[in-house]
């Protein structure tokens, strides 16, 4: 038998709980009772982070491009630069990066915990699919909370924008967006929440995936967590340089 690295064999095993979750939702097979509570993790319960780090995102930016395009007399053109830089990269990646770090850190430390206590096995003696009732309601919430959580991260960095480009290189508002509107064509939102949706999938899945492979003892919900974030990352990365090119290229 040849040996296969244990990554490899989680993240394949991922993938086919994932294929398995997808199969369920197409069934309309929703465990609708944990799901209010998991939209509330992806969706309200990760707002401030994503606001805070929106306003830092746009006014650092802003302040960078806007620096060098004002030296060359290019003011004008700053609000368009930070909109399509936002819309097509940013926004999605940052926004992805971000719930990696809130909600698939608590998936994976959630159904490893699950796992390791025996709860897992629990669930299936009473003739309950895990998959069904751990795994669907986390990639609903992830699927629906992304795209939202990627608008508004976008939002925010846009108006976080035009305020510093006003307050520190005296750029009218009006200029700001109507260069925002001149330099944004009408793909470029659906598809950053093309790119969103697919970020909250790959999340979800991975995140769950780690957790229902975990093995051993408590010691290895941690490894689990932290394997998961890192697969997770990988995998957007990876990912996001294929979306880049099929939606943008």
């Known amino acids: 038998m040849s040996y296969s690295p244990r990554w490899l064999r989680r993240f394949l095993s991922s993938l086919l709980i994932?294929?398995?979750?997808?199969?369920?939702?197409?069934?309309?097979?929703i465990n609708k009772s944990d799901l209010i509570d998991q939209l509330m993790e992806a969706g309200p319960g990760s707002?401030?982070?994503?606001l805070i780090t929106g306003i830092a995102a746009g006014t650092v930016f802003n302040i960078q491009v806007a620096a060098e395009l004002s030296k060359q007399g290019l003011g004008s053109a700053v609000g368009g630069l930070l909109a399509i830089g936002m819309a097509r990269e940013i926004a999605p990646l940052l926004t992805a990066t971000l719930l990696t770090g809130k909600v698939a850190t608590a998936?994976?430390?959630?159904?490893?915990?699950?796992?390791?206590t025996e709860q897992i096995d629990a669930i299936t003696m009473l003739q309950t699919d895990p998959v069904e009732y751990l795994v669907v309601p986390r990639l609903c919430a992830m699927?629906?909370?992304?795209?939202?959580?990627?608008?508004l991260f976008f939002s925010?960095?846009?108006f976080s924008g035009q305020i510093s480009s006003t307050i520190l290189y005296q750029i009218p508002p009006s200029i700001f967006w109507n260069s925002v509107r001149e330099w944004l064509i009408t793909s470029d939102l659906p598809f950053m929440l093309v790119k969103a949706l697919v970020f909250g999938l790959l999340i979800a899945i991975i995140a769950c995936g780690w957790g229902?492979?975990?093995?051993?003892?408590?010691?290895?919900?941690?490894?689990?967590t932290t394997g998961a974030v890192v697969m997770t990352l990988i995998t957007v990365s990876l990912v996001d340089v294929f979306?880049?090119?099929v939606l943008f290229g």
């Open 243 to 245: 979306l880049t090119q």
């Open 143 to 151: 699927v629906v909370m992304a795209p939202i959580q990627c608008l």
């Open 47 to 50: 707002f401030l982070i994503v």
């Open 212 to 224: 229902l492979t975990t093995k051993g003892g408590p010691k290895e919900v941690g490894s689990s």
């Open 156 to 158: 925010i960095a846009l």
């Open 18 to 29: 994932g294929g398995q979750a997808i199969t369920s939702i197409a069934k309309r097979r």
């Open 107 to 116: 998936y994976a430390a959630q159904i490893g915990t699950m796992k390791v």
